[in-house]
């Protein structure tokens, strides 16, 4: 433009890195999405293919001669076959977690609940979890927390071992509810714990990785916050928080 005889200029600058930024995070969200329904698809075949080769396994099982090496062998098999069983399951819902459905939930009942289905997992069978400590009622999916203490009651119980105590500490803090899993494992060394919530990583021959991530995704999906602990005494300790929220809001 001129201005009194003289010219000017007016240059107008646009920062768009958050933009680009957000571009690309859509981009990949876009892509996980996209992997979600192809994971589920698969999962889906996976596992009704996985059920036949088990029912079938079984029936030749009853019919070779029960002390037999071919006898032996049909446990072991069963046994990997419900391990990568499992493995497809946490990557299904891994893929497509529900939004959580909030009703009103007895934590602490919910938990000893959780705790008592050894036949569900039978690496809690010599395990106790032990509750200590109470909660009002809070707003949460029960199904989902569910799977959240079964996760985390299964990695105590492997990393015990198959024995001990789990302690499970219910405490108000604040506005929240604080639920701290704690067990007598040998803790988690420095280059795991920065692992730990990346999906698929593991430290166990038939684990899915996915404990972790999932049980982390659940309580935030509840707005809530949980993290990993491992105190000077040993073992690991798995804290939990969740917002305290009344049926009437
Ligand atoms: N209570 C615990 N004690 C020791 N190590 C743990 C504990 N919980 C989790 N971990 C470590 O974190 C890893 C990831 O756990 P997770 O996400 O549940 O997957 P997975 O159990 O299938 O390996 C485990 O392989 C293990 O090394
Ligand atoms: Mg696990």
Redo the contacts with the bound molecule.
Sequence with gaps: MSVDGETRFTGIVHDLTERVQMEQRLREQAALAKLGEMAAVVAHEVRNALAAVRGAVQVIGARVPPDSREALVVPDVVGRIDALSG?VK?MLLFAHLPQPRLNPVDLAQLIGSTADYPDKDPNLQNVRVEVIGAVPSTLGDAELLRIVFS??F???A???RGTGTIQVLLEPVGASCQIV?A?R????PPE??E???T?F????A??????????KRIVEGHEGSLR?E?PAGG??M?IIQLPLRGSME
Aim: aromatic share 4%.
């Design positions: 493995i946490d996760n985390l299964t990695n105590s492997q990393a015990m899993v067990d494992g040998p803790g988690i795991v714990r692992r730990l919530f999906p990583f593991t430290t166990k038939r684990g899915s990785g996915l404990g972790l991530a999932t049980a990993v491992c073992g690991t798995v």
